[in-house]
């Protein structure tokens, strides 16, 4: 059973997909610097000085000076202003996603070389593909007889 757990974490794709979710993770929090610290402070301050992280509705009846103090004394909250940033963070997440996919698809697959060997009708011998006579068999080589070979 060891081994076989061995084979399965060794292989390419198992490890790919942890790497993916590692840089995954790391490029979350890059996501979540740039909407708290950077995003969301000019989009506050354009709606008149709005911390989002700080909205929330109390459902306690009691009145708290911030969402923090809220939930240290045990309130029961919504917090709304973190659900907003979370919405923010997934579309920036899925417009970088978005890029990258377009981008991905845009970069042309290198084309698979042209053959330079064919097959004689003849004696299935491999030959140039320029050639016109068998240097095997020294059958003559027309397009009628390299199409009738294509269709066997």
């Known amino acids: 059973m060891f081994r076989e757990f061995k084979s399965f974490i060794a292989r390419g794709n198992v490890i790919d997909l942890a790497v993916a979710v590692i840089i995954g993770a790391a ?11 950077i995003v969301m402070p000019p989009i506050g301050l354009l709606l008149g000085k709005v911390d989002f992280s700080n909205l929330y509705i109390n459902l306690s009846g009691k009145t708290y000076s911030s969402l923090d103090a809220a939930q240290k004394a045990g309130a029961p909250t919504i917090n709304y202003g973190l659900f907003i940033n979370s919405i923010i963070n997934f579309l920036i997440i899925a417009a970088v996603i978005f890029l990258m996919v377009r981008l991905i698809n845009r970069t042309p697959l290198k084309k698979p070389a042209s053959p330079e060997t064919k097959l004689c009708p003849y004696c299935l011998s491999s030959i140039p593909v320029k050639a016109t006579r068998c240097p095997h068999c020294t059958s003559q080589l027309s397009e009628q007889s390299e199409h009738a070979a294509g269709q066997k």
Do not use: A, E, P, T
Request: aromatic share 10%.
């Open 27 to 37: 490029f979350g929090q890059i996501v979540n610097s740039l909407v708290k610290d």
